[in-house]
């Protein structure tokens, strides 16, 4: 499996949303800015994520963007598969057929399928409020708050 920049820059992105949570709405060039991500690629990401119900646009002055549910309840892979990032680690199509002639599954197919799997699985468990706190870790303390 390979994320690409289409999937880190999504994540990225609204990670920088949601640390602005509540305030208002954040413009695309000042998220381009603060990232450093090109606004034309920001805004093609962000249309991924308006159609998926991720984000809200909204318009006129002081327009941009925002969250559109709390950062608690948008997972990592939420994003990812908002931006048709695929988290699968096999090489073929899947629904039951192989990546070998005549749809034979190669012998490393269940190796592949199940890291595809807890990938999926992992940042399904993490949310962009996760991220921003520091708990990598589903039900994990942030850095500064762990007894020593």
Known sequence: MHLSTRGRYA????????????????????????????RPYLEQLFAHLRRRGLVESVRGPGGGYRLARPADQTSIADVVIAVDESLRATRCAGAGVGCLR???????????????????????????????????????????????
């Open 102 to 148: 005549g749809g034979a599954r190669c012998l490393t197919h269940d190796l592949w399928d199940e890291t595809g799997r807890r990938i999926h699985d992992y940042l399904a468990a993490v949310s962009l409020a996760d991220v921003l706190a520091g708990r990598l870790r589903p039900g994990e303390a942030p850095e500064g708050a762990r007894a020593a």
């Open 11 to 38: 994540v990225m992105a609204m990670t920088e949303l949601a640390g602005r949570e509540g305030a208002r709405a954040v413009t695309l060039a000042s998220i381009a800015e603060r990232q450093q991500i090109s």
